[in-house]
Nanobody, 111 residues
Framework: QVQLVESGGGLVQAGGSLRLSCRAS????????VAWYRQAPGKEGEKVAE???????NYADSVLGRFTIGTDNARNSRWLQMNGLRPEDTGVYYC?????WGQGTQVTVSS
C-alpha cells in the first residue's frame, strides 16, 4: 500500500521561502510524475505544479517564476521549492501520485 507524506510546511513572512517534501513509502518513484495541489479556506483546490510522466514541469500562473518542483530519487521523494511567498499562497498543500493523496502540510504566509 502506497503512502505519501508531506512535510516542510510552516509559518513564514511574505517574501520568505519554504521547501515542501513528499516522501513515498510502499512504492518507488520510478517515474517523475507527481502533482502538488493546495487548498485555501473558502477557495477551490488548485493544482500549483506537476511533473508529467514525460518529465515536463508545469506550473499554475499564480506561482510561475516563484515555485519550482523537483525530484529526489535517493530519498524517494518529490519536493516543491516555494520562494517569494505571498499571503495568498496560504493553504494546505498536498502531493498526489498513483491516484493517492498525502495528508497535507499547512503553509501560512503572514503579511
Amino acid at each position: 500500500q502506497v503512502q505519501l507524506v508531506e512535510s516542510g510546511g510552516g509559518l513564514v513572512q511574505a517574501g520568505g521561502s519554504l521547501r515542501l517534501s513528499c516522501r513515498a513509502s510502499g512504492r518507488q518513484f520510478t517515474t517523475n510524475a507527481v502533482a502538488w495541489y493546495r487548498q485555501a479556506p473558502g477557495k477551490e483546490g488548485e493544482k500549483v505544479a506537476e511533473i508529467t510522466h514525460e518529465g515536463k514541469k508545469n506550473y499554475a500562473d499564480s506561482v510561475l517564476g516563484r515555485f519550482t518542483i523537483g525530484t529526489d530519487n535517493a530519498r524517494n521523494s518529490r519536493w516543491l521549492q516555494m520562494n517569494g511567498l505571498r499571503p495568498e499562497d496560504t493553504g494546505v498543500y498536498y502531493c498526489f501520485a498513483w491516484l493517492t493523496w498525502g495528508q497535507g502540510t499547512q503553509v501560512t504566509v503572514s503579511s
